[in-house]
């Protein structure tokens, strides 16, 4: 299956909001509220930041919440710090092909 | 809370079989659906399949379809990766995740195996 467009860098200074996109079809990111967020730091395993589209996991930090319009889901990183610089990867449940999830491209994000 | 402990770093060669765990503690394992990732060196995340502990629903990418078996044994709460014959092009590391069933999202993650397939 294709995995699930994502842009492959954002960047933004301390303090600023960024976006970061997450685009499917209507088999998968528009035909489920079910797109996960994760957050990986290099060499390290990833962390759910976002789950079901908006909700955030217990200690995960409010700076960071999604949304979904269409096909295309969004998690967007309030009052951006250095410690969020890090690699996202969209994941979302899809109707027609094993193993019934995908993820997306993921997204490098930089903290100037 | 989930618990989901690989195995460790392995090396093999060309041809060579392997078979990598995860072992799951902190939750009923037979409510757990457990997804295998692939990430290779500089690259995304890719789901490899799914299986579920509680049952015998087993769910392969097409990419690794015939290649690859998952597997669980619930009496130790361990679910596998193994193949038959290694090629160089499967090194990678590789992570085990869970989804408590009626879910679909993976919120613990094993801290990943790193395999090395070399001549």
């Known amino acids: 299956q294709s995995a699930l467009t994502q842009p492959a860098s954002v960047s933004g200074s301390p303090g600023q909001s960024i976006i970061i996109s997450c685009t499917g079809t209507?088999?998968?990111?528009?035909?489920?509220?079910?797109v996960s967020w994760y957050q990986q730091y290099p060499g390290k395993a990833p962390k759910l930041m976002i789950y079901d589209v908006t909700h955030r996991p217990s200690g995960v930090s409010d700076r960071f919440s999604g949304s979904k319009s269409g096909n295309t889901a969004s998690l967007t990183i309030s009052g951006l710090q250095a410690e969020d610089e890090a690699d996202y990867y969209c994941?979302?449940?899809?109707?027609?092909?094993?193993?019934?999830?995908?993820f997306g491209t993921g997204t490098e994000v930089t903290v100037l | 809370e989930v618990q989901l402990v690989q195995s460790g770093a392995e090396v093999k060669k060309p041809g060579e079989s392997l078979k990598i765990s995860c072992e799951s503690s902190g939750y009923r394992f037979s409510s757990l659906w457990i997804g295998w990732v692939r990430q290779m060196p500089g690259k995304g995340l890719e789901w490899m399949g799914i299986i579920y502990a509680g049952g015998s629903d087993t769910r392969y990418s097409p990419s690794v379809q015939g290649q690859v078996t998952i597997s669980v044994d619930k009496s130790i709460s361990t679910a596998y990766l193994q193949w038959s014959s290694l090629q160089a092009s499967d090194s990678a590391m590789y992570y085990c995740?869970?989804?408590?069933?009626?879910?679909?999202?993976?919120?613990?993650w094993g801290q990943g195996t790193l395999l090395t397939v070399s001549s």
């Open positions: 994941s979302s449940y899809i109707i027609s092909t094993s193993p019934n999830y995908v």
């Open positions: 209507t088999s998968d990111v528009g035909g489920f509220n079910s």
């Open positions: 995740a869970s989804f408590v069933s009626g879910t679909t999202y993976a919120d613990y």
